[in-house]
């Protein structure tokens, strides 16, 4: 079999909704003015579940090199145990490879492109690809799960490499 080629749509709140949540500050967030009028705060922008097994919620920082162009995948991974988001902290774009939970279904994988200050939260046990920075080495703010229990499976793709155009 032939290597599969796959093309990044745009990120949006509804193409993602399947597999988690897109975090941004827009327009269609819940907002509200705070500290005496110097400050916005946009509410509620994911659901960090993580309280599974005694898990806890923690904070980390991944800085994310990225593969040479094209892109090629070879894994995917899950988290059965907790959420995890991901949030930018570079003013870059990145790629989002996802697929739903369950057993994996390699057809049913599919890419994003999310821009600077978008960020995602996958949903427990939704199947993605680690980190794919573009352009340069960029920085990410981590929500995720510790504690107790594995927490990370992870899955060759059928015929890899798949190659994304972009």
Known sequence: MSARRLRPQPLTREAFA?????????AGSE?????Y?????????ATVDVAESDGAPI??????????????????ERHPLGSQAF???????????????????????EVFLA?????????KGVWHHYCLALEDVSDFLVVDRKGPGNNCDEVELPDAPWTIDL
Do not use: C, W
Not at 18 to 26: H, N
Not at 31 to 35: D, L, Q, W
Not at 37 to 45: I, K
Not at 115 to 123: A, H, I, L, T
């Open 87 to 109: 949030y930018p902290l570079s003013p870059r774009p990145y790629l989002v490879v996802v697929a739903p939970p369950g057993d994996f279904d390699a057809d049913k994988v």
């Open 37 to 45: 009028g110097q400050t916005e705060r946009y509410h509620n922008l």
């Open 31 to 35: 907002h509200f003015t705070i500290n």
């Open 59 to 76: 904070i980390s920082l991944f800085r994310s090199t990225p593969l040479a162009q094209p892109v090629s995948l070879r894994i995917m």
């Open 115 to 123: 821009q600077p200050g978008q960020g995602v939260n996958y949903r």
């Open 18 to 26: 399947p597999y988690g949540d897109v975090i941004v500050a827009d």
